[in-house]
């Protein structure tokens, strides 16, 4: 279900958000390809969600220092640190986010089960099959680090 859906205020659209601008964020998109990364955020806030972006696992993990989101949607093959390491530093911090894992090619789901991920997309994805997947694995009471 969408923010607005839940009858919460709309997002500012154009662009991704970054936690620096607002702690406050649904879902973090952590992929290193720049356009690829703002075209998943520009969809999702235009579904309502609020998005924080990262490059790599450890822009990501400054990302967590300042703001819990319900869901991390996570490249596996990233620069400087990688989705897998990523994923590792999350648990060990006792953050319990949900981790949605996109990878291209075969090996999709061999990753997800590698880092206990809530569940995986296969690159190439369509839009909508994002937008229905984060809608899926939505806010429950169990996730956010205060669970």
Known sequence: MSRSERGEPPTQAGGEQSAAQDSRCDVLVVED?????????????????????????????RVLDRATPWLILLDVRLPVMGGVEFANEVRRRGIHTRILVMTGGNDASHWANEIKADGYLTKPFRVKELIESVARFGPDESSGSSG
């Open 33 to 61: 390809d720049p356009s690829t990364r703002r075209a998943y955020a520009e969809a999702l806030q235009a579904s309502g969600y609020r998005v924080a972006a990262a490059r790599d696992g450890s822009d990501a993990l």
